[in-house]
C-alpha cells in the first residue's frame, strides 16, 4: 500500500513537474487585451521591462565612486520592476477614452491613491500619476501620459525615494519622471482635472 | 507484488518526465541563438553571415574580460529586405529560446523595418543577453554570456587607465 502512494505520488509529480516549470506571469498589472489591441494600433511601440533580476544586474554596473551613478544605484537596487510602454500612432483616434479607463481601473485598489490628474481639453493631453503606499511610505509609482498621438505607460514597483526618483529620467520611456520627484508625495494630491473638461480625447472608436 | 507493480510505474514515471520534454524540444527544432538563426533564414529566406572562428573569439573575450564576458555568438543578415511583422518575430525568438529568457526591451516600428528585441536570462551569478536588431536592411543577432562582477573590474580598470592618460597629458 505505502509502495503504491509512493508509485501515485511520483506518476503525479512526473505530470505535474513541466506544468510547473511554466514562468511565473509577469506582475505588470496592465490588461492585457488593452495592451495589445494598442501594440496592434501603435506604429512604433516600445517595452520596457526591468523585473528585480535585470535591475539588480543593471545596478552592479554602476561606479559607487561616482555621485549621480551610486545614487540610481541606490534607488534600483530596492526596486522590484520598472516596466514602460511607449506607443506612438501615425494619426490621432486610435485610443478611446475607454481604453484609457481600463488602464487606469488597473489600479483602483485601495493601495493606490490618485496623486496627479490633469487633462487639457484643448491638446487632448492628460496626465494620471498614481502612488501605492505601503506603512506610510511610496512603494510604486504609475504614470499614465496621453498625447492625442502618443500614450506612455510608466509603472515602477518597489520603495520609492521621491527626491531619487527624477535620477532614472535618463532610462529609456522614463523622462516623463522627470519632473515628478519635485512633487513630494501627499503633497500634490488635489486633482488638476477641470470639471466639464473629460471631453474625449484620443477620439472615442 | 509489490516490486512488480512500482518498478514498471516508477520506470513509466521516468519515462514520461524525461521523454516529453524531449521529444516536445525535438518537435519544435533546434532551440537557442542557432534554432533563432535557423527559423529567421527560412521564415525569411534570407542568408545568416556567421562569424569565422567565433568560438576562439569568444574564448578571447573570456580572457580578455577575465570571464566578464563569455559565450559569444555573432549572425549577421546582411540585405535583408523581407517586411517583418514584430509580433511574429517576437513570438518566433520567445518560441526558439525558450524557458527561462525574459524579455526585457522590445521595440518595434510598423514602417520603418525597426525592430530591436532584448532578452536576458539569469544564470546563477551570469546573465545572459540576446539581442537582435533590425535596422533597415540590415539584422543582427547577437548572444552573450556576462559576469557583471568580472565585467566592471575591467571596465572599471580601462577607466581609471583613461583618467591617468588625461591626468599625464595634462
Known amino acids: 500500500m505505502k509502495h ?18 511554466q514562468p511565473s ?14 501594440a496592434t494600433r501603435a506604429a512604433n511601440v516600445t517595452e520596457v521591462t ?25 534607488l534600483i537596487e530596492g526596486l522590484d520592476g520598472i516596466y514602460v510602454r511607449d506607443y506612438e500612432f501615425d494619426k490621432e483616434g486610435q485610443y478611446s477614452m475607454d481604453q484609457l479607463e481600463q488602464l487606469r481601473q488597473a489600479f483602483g485598489t485601495p493601495e493606490w491613491s490618485p ?46 525615494r521621491m527626491d531619487q526618483l527624477s535620477e532614472l529620467k535618463g532610462l529609456s520611456g522614463l523622462g516623463a519622471l522627470g519632473d515628478i520627484g519635485k512633487d513630494k508625495p501627499g503633497k500634490d494630491k488635489a486633482s488638476k482635472d477641470k470639471p466639464g473638461e473629460k471631453a474625449n480625447k484620443g477620439g472615442d472608436q | ?30 532551440g537557442g541563438f542557432d534554432g533563432v538563426v535557423d527559423t529567421i533564414e527560412s521564415r525569411y529566406h534570407a542568408h545568416a553571415m556567421r562569424i569565422p572562428l567565433m568560438g576562439l573569439a569568444s574564448v578571447v ?3 580578455a574580460t577575465r570571464g566578464g564576458v563569455d559565450g559569444v555568438h555573432v ?10 511583422d514584430g509580433d511574429e518575430l517576437n513570438r518566433m525568438v520567445e518560441d526558439k529560446l525558450g524557458h527561462g529568457w525574459e524579455r526585457m526591451i522590445r521595440e518595434t516600428s510598423r514602417h520603418g523595418g525597426e525592430q ?14 540576446f539581442i537582435l536588431d533590425l535596422n533597415g536592411n540590415e539584422m543582427d543577432v547577437v548572444q552573450v554570456s556576462v559576469d557583471p562582477d568580472c565585467l566592471n573590474e575591467t571596465v572599471l580598470k580601462y577607466k581609471h587607465h583613461d583618467r591617468d592618460d588625461e591626468h599625464t597629458s595634462d
Open chain 1, 4 to 21: 503504491r502512494i509512493a508509485a501515485i505520488i511520483l506518476g503525479t509529480a512526473a505530470l505535474v513537474a513541466p506544468v510547473l516549470a
Open chain 1, 25 to 38: 506571469p509577469s506582475p505588470f498589472p496592465l490588461p492585457s487585451p488593452v495592451e495589445k489591441e494598442l
Open chain 1, 50 to 74: 526591468l523585473g528585480k533580476g535585470m535591475l539588480d544586474f543593471a545596478a552592479k554596473f554602476m561606479d559607487k565612486n561616482d555621485k549621480d551613478q551610486a545614487a540610481v544605484k541606490q
Open chain 1, 115 to 160: 496623486m496627479v490628474h490633469e487633462h487639457e481639453s484643448k491638446s487632448g493631453e492628460s496626465t494620471d500619476v498614481m502612488m501605492k503606499m505601503v506603512n506610510g511610505g511610496p512603494h510604486g509609482i504609475f504614470v499614465l501620459d496621453a498625447e492625442p498621438k502618443e500614450l506612455t505607460i510608466v509603472l515602477i514597483l518597489g520603495p520609492i
Open chain 2, 1 to 30: 507484488m509489490n516490486r512488480h507493480f512500482w518498478i514498471p510505474l516508477a520506470c513509466a514515471a521516468l519515462c514520461i518526465a524525461v521523454i516529453v520534454p524531449w521529444v516536445a524540444l525535438a518537435a519544435s527544432g533546434e
Open chain 2, 61 to 63: 573575450a573570456g580572457v
Open chain 2, 75 to 84: 549572425a549577421e543578415f546582411e540585405h535583408f529586405s523581407a517586411p517583418v
Open chain 2, 116 to 129: 530591436t528585441l532584448i532578452f536576458s536570462h539569469p544564470e546563477g551569478k551570469r546573465m545572459g543577453l
